[in-house]
């Protein structure tokens, strides 16, 4: 196996089970087991396994577009309901997962409030990169907004409604939760956007 491919299943199965079971849960011989590699290809790599999650959390980081963006925007034109696809992406995983499904940058910031500067550094890269595509969509709409629309501020809140929203589907086990938060999102975007839709070509 090539150096890079045993770097890149590292990180795999620690995606997999920081995800499953929390950072603090997932001891080094866990992902030493899902791997089915020796401590010293591990070691190689990953000094410790915080350097583990600084990896992981680069690779959430750089894997936005293809692991997240594209599979929720396929033959999405409209930009507003580009951000409407992604929470619809979000949805279907809570059902998949019968309510249990936690997002995994938001569920390690809650877990490691107290984290590494570098550690924090990166999950707050995290939710900038989602901010951004979310405000991008925005702004490529901004003809149907009020001039004044600080699309920043609008895309944090879809943020914090996104997050919110799979917390408390999580916590109630109901995802009702999850779809009266979109609910109330979309109803502020058309109280906005006075439901304007562009012009047909």
């Not at 594209?70 to 992604?86: C, I, M, N, S, Y």
């Not at 877990?111 to 990169?129: G, I, M, Y």
């Amino acid at each position: 196996m090539a150096p890079s491919d045993t770097r890149a299943k590292i990180i795999e199965a620690a995606m997999e089970l920081f995800w499953l079971k929390g950072y603090g849960s997932t001891s080094i011989a866990d992902i030493l087991s899902r791997t089915q590699l020796n401590s010293g290809s591990l070691y190689h790599f990953f000094p410790g396994k915080q350097d583990v999650l600084v990896a992981v959390l680069e690779a959430y980081r750089d894997g936005i577009g293809p692991m997240l963006l594209e599979p929720a925007w396929g033959g999405e034109p409209d930009p507003v309901e580009r951000v409407f696809k992604l929470l619809a992406l979000y949805r279907g995983l809570i059902l998949q997962t019968e309510c249990s499904y936690g997002c995994p940058i938001g569920s390690l910031a809650l877990e490691l409030h107290e984290a590494d500067p570098a550690v924090r550094e990166r999950l707050a890269q995290n939710f900038q990169a989602w901010v951004a595509a979310v405000r991008a969509c925005f702004e490529a709409a901004s003809d149907r907004f009020p001039p004044d629309t600080d699309f920043q501020a609008l895309a944090e809140f879809v943020l914090t409604v996104m997050e919110g929203g799979v917390m408390q589907a999580r916590t109630h086990r109901d995802v009702g939760y999850f779809d009266r938060n979109v609910a109330q999102l979309r109803a502020h975007i058309d109280l906005l956007t006075g439901a304007r839709v562009p012009a047909a070509a």
